[in-house]
């Protein structure tokens, strides 16, 4: 596994040297290695998905090309008769939920309280489960919509899971995070028997 980022105890400037390297690694990350690693991704997932039930609701997001691929694994959500939606950022910075890429059709705030999966980004995550995400508050104001039996399972690059992330009191954990090389890893709070 790649040696893992020692973040700066300052969320800026945190955020500043995570994006600073997730831009040097998408211009250097060719299509063939970008696809490589969504296909982990998927790979990793796919145990967590086979536990859902047909027309389950699965949050997911459109990733950047500095973000873990999420291609392959909404294709495959879908593939599987499972109900993917997708945030859609408001002005508030609070999330919509839509079906599709582009945003249309928004389907509401409230849409993510009938999730059975929460997968979402972060700029990385503590071996604690605390997450370090863009800054703007997004999921934090989601996650409390859904009910603690809901797994939330956060996208990473290898080095970005790390051994603390800063924190402030309104930061929420997840229950699990993934990485191309250390796969599916869960925290105490993970909600699911084994």
């Not at 980022?5 to 060719?30: V, W």
């Not at 997911?60 to 090309?65: A, H, I, K, T, Y």
């Not at 408001?90 to 929460?118: C, F, M, N, Y």
């Amino acid at each position: 596994m790649p040696e893992r980022i020692h973040l700066p105890p300052d969320k800026s400037a945190a955020r500043r040297l995570i994006r600073e390297r997730r831009r040097h690694r998408a211009e250097a990350t060719s299509l063939d290695a970008r696809v490589r690693h969504a296909e982990d991704v998927r790979d990793h997932l796919a145990p967590v998905l086979d536990r859902l039930p047909t027309g389950a609701v699965v949050t997911s997001f459109v990733s950047r090309p500095s973000e873990v691929p999420t291609e392959v694994l909404n294709a495959t959500v879908r593939s599987r008769g499972l109900d993917l939606i997708l945030p859609v950022v408001l002005a508030d910075l609070d999330l919509d939920w839509s079906r599709h890429e582009d945003g249309s059709e928004p389907l509401g705030i409230e849409a993510v309280r009938t999730a059975s999966l929460l997968i979402l980004p972060a700029l990385a995550v503590a071996e604690n489960g605390l997450r370090l995400g863009q800054g703007g508050g997004c999921y934090d104001r989601v996650m409390p919509r859904v009910p603690a039996s809901v797994p939330r399972i956060a996208l990473v690059h290898d080095d970005e899971f790390t051994a603390t992330v800063p924190v402030e009191n309104h930061d929420l954990p997840v229950d699990a995070v993934v990485t191309a090389s250390v796969g599916l890893c869960t925290f105490a709070t993970w909600p699911w028997p084994p």
